[in-house]
């Protein structure tokens, strides 16, 4: 339990990071879509 624990919270910064481009990513679609739409 401890080891995995701990390889868990090693791995809590990258899987932030590849939250954060994601949610970039999602953003800029949505953007794309709305921008689409209005045209």
């Known amino acids: 339990m401890l080891h995995s624990s701990k390889s868990f919270v ?3 910064p990258i899987v ?3 939250n954060r481009l994601s ?3 999602l ?3 949505t953007t ?3 921008k689409m ?3």
């Open 10 to 12: 090693s791995l809590l």
């Open 16 to 18: 932030g990071q590849k």
């Open 23 to 25: 949610v970039k990513t």
């Open 27 to 29: 953003m800029r679609i």
């Open 32 to 34: 794309a879509k709305r």
């Open 37 to 39: 739409t209005i045209k």
